[in-house]
């Protein structure tokens, strides 16, 4: 089982930058891939980043493509996010999630955690 806790989110400003980060706990870490996910208030939660267990692999969202970075060091059991160019469509509460043996973009993750906050101002 696996335990996560996100953190970073905030305000910044369109076209700033920001990095969140997802601790993660428990039994054989490296054994899952790593996603991140997104809502805003009245959305549905959308695919946003995912890298594979041992970060050979990774897959963007068209939003995301270009603008955000995924990474995973598995050493100190945290995956995180780097986003630049920001912009006010991603607002959002962001959520990095675990999988076992699921396809990086599944929304069939099997461990969640409990979301940070990400404002974007114009």
């Known amino acids: 089982q696996v335990q996560l806790v996100e953190s970073g989110g905030g305000l910044v400003q369109a076209g700033g930058s920001l990095r969140v980060s997802c601790a993660a706990s428990?039994?054989?870490?490296?054994?899952?891939?790593m996603g991140w996910f997104r809502q805003a208030p009245g959305k549905e939660r959308e695919f946003v980043a995912a890298i594979s267990r041992f970060g050979s692999r990774t897959t963007y969202a068209d939003s995301a493509k270009g603008r955000f970075a995924i990474s995973r060091d598995n050493a100190k059991n945290t995956v995180y996010l780097q986003m630049n160019s920001l912009k006010p469509e991603d607002t959002a509460v962001y959520y990095c999630a675990a999988g076992d043996r699921k396809p990086l973009d599944s929304f069939e993750y099997d461990y969640w955690g409990q979301g940070t906050q990400v404002t974007v101002s114009s």
């Open positions: 428990g039994r054989t870490f490296s054994t899952y891939a």
